[in-house]
């Protein structure tokens, strides 16, 4: 049995939906799989995760401002929180010895650059596979609603907070108002947090729009009875869809027959491109 980690982070739901279609691909396949979520409060010393008899790791963080969610560099990058991911010594990718693959992914908005946006985070989380001595075999990336814009960097500026934290706060109110973090906290602190949440806009699915502003328009443009969408990404704010998620359930399958699925039974070295799934 071939052993697989996801170690993600999440904060509208978008990149764990993602996740969660990998870990049901791996499972199907008969792989031991371990579904990690990097969150803020989560305390590593009394639940580590260890890489030592991973075979194929997948990174997955969403995009905050350009870059993966700090949350995630924060644990498996150059510097924070500084924690141990192996029990022995780290493998290097250039030594011999059996092929540990990597996957990096993401969920992104892409409003402006469209999906050049997610080059960069794939990119370091790349990096971040072949630190820990994992081979990057495929990438993917798709379409996810955003909270960002409006409320969120109102937030920022009342509180003096990253944008990252900024939206990752507002969401975990959004989800549950009454939990210990915010029923502990400084009266003044959640009272502005409250306002800012109740200026929230939803659209008929209970999707936050973005800023306000209309996503969507009833101008049929190619009278076929479908709307028309402002952004790149159509129905932004109702992505990762079925299709995306079906992308992503083809995508890890074909990791795992090109890769895993192989004649003596070892992990088939990279050909040539990555595989990647970007759009």
Sequence with gaps: ??????????????????????????????????????YPQRDYASGPIFFDDCDLLCLGAPIIAAMPYRELSSVIGWSGKHVELFKGPRPNPSQPGRLRAGIAFSTFGGTVAGPRECIPTLELEKEYLQLYGFTPVGQFACPGKQLRHGPVDELNARLKIDIDDAQALLQRFMDDPD?????????????????????????????????GEQVMFDNDPLGNGMKGSKYIHYNLQDRPHQRDLKMAEYFMTEIIEDFFLTADGQIRQPMGAMYSCIY
């Design 179 to 211: 939990s210990a973090e915010f029923t502990s906290m400084d009266t003044g602190r959640l009272e502005i947090i409250r306002k800012v949440a109740s200026k929230m806009d939803f659209d008929e699915n209970g999707n936050p729009l973005m800023a």
């Design 1 to 38: 049995m071939r052993n697989a980690i996801i170690m993600y982070s999440s904060i509208t739901g978008n990149t764990e939906k993602v996740a969660q279609v990998f870990e049901s691909v791996l499972k199907a396949h008969n792989f031991n799989t371990a579904l990690e979520k990097v």
